[in-house]
């Protein structure tokens, strides 16, 4: 089958045998994706060696994210939309000109609708995808995207409707109620809620932990924790929805009751497999 550049030079440089590379490509193909966004979501290879291939065979520069500042005004001139649909970010404004960071430099769609809002040439460069997401994350908190009353202050207290834990869970107390842990939940679960998400998948697999969401029907990467806090998470999930903590050979149900008000709730329901 026909290969194309970024698989042609993850051949030639022994990043992939060439079976490997079909495979992902044909994979790629039935999922509607590009091979690069494909490669980035399934960590088939490392962001930063993915982004130097995609800069090399487009032709486009590239930037490490970790060492630039978000301008406020500037994530302003782009809809929030925009920026979580596409997972791009305004760089910089130069004339008629601005710097955008993607990913993936083959997003003709994102170019082309970042063009039409802001009436600017686009100027894509490429970022490692881990980096962008995260910085993602942060311009959508900065913009307030979807925001409620709620904010970083209400994660530790934030109410759980009948979820307290009981006895039976006394031997992982010290891990479901760690307080970076308790946090981190509950952030994910403001954020999803937030954005109007409709599922939330906590996805740990034996060298990667991501956790994605569903929106609009389509399922987006917004965090990756460390492999080595796959447990914990697990665990603090499993209290507030009320599940066996011992049980892990079967699927169970549950369900998270947040009290966002005195006049609204939002209820999760939790599948666990």
Do not use: W
């Not at 130097?52 to 929030?80: F, H, K, M, T, W």
């Not at 991501?210 to 029907?217: E, L, N, S, Y």
């Not at 914990?232 to 008000?261: C, F, N, T, Y």
Request: aromatic fraction near 4%; hydrophobic fraction near 40%; proline fraction near 4%.
């Amino acid at each position: 089958m026909y290969l194309s550049g970024v698989a042609r030079r993850l051949i030639a440089q022994q990043l992939l045998d060439e079976e490997k590379a079909q495979e992902a490509q044909t994979k790629a193909t039935k999922s509607g994706q590009t091979l690069v966004k494909y490669l980035a979501e399934q960590g088939v290879i490392k962001p930063d060696i993915l982004a130097r291939l995609c800069s090399q065979e487009y032709g486009v520069p590239l930037l490490d994210l970790s060492a630039v500042r978000q301008d406020p005004a500037l994530l302003e001139r782009i809809d929030a939309k925009l920026i979580d649909k596409h997972r791009a970010l305004p760089l910089g404004v130069r004339g008629k000109m601005m710097f955008l960071a993607v990913a993936d430099p083959t997003q003709t769609d994102a170019i082309d609708e970042v063009r039409f809002q802001t009436g600017l040439s686009i100027e894509p460069i490429v970022v490692e995808h881990d980096k962008l997401n995260r910085a993602v994350e942060d311009a959508l908190s900065a913009l307030g995207a979807g925001s409620m009353d709620l904010e970083d202050s209400d994660l530790d207290s934030l109410e759980m409707g009948e979820t307290e834990p009981s006895d039976a869970t006394d031997l992982s107390k010290g891990d479901v109620d760690d307080a970076p842990i308790v946090r981190f939940v509950n952030k994910m679960l403001l954020d999803a809620i937030k954005r109007g998400a409709s599922d939330i998948h906590f996805e740990p697999y034996e060298k990667r932990y991501r956790i994605r969401v569903r929106i609009d029907g389509i399922l987006k990467e917004v965090a990756t924790p460390p492999v080595s806090q796959a447990m914990r998470i697990a665990a603090r999930v499993k209290v507030m929805s009320k599940m066996d903590l011992a049980e892990k050979r079967v699927p169970q149900d549950g369900r998270i009751k947040i009290v966002l008000s005195k006049n609204r709730d939002i209820d999760f329901r939790v599948n666990s497999c």
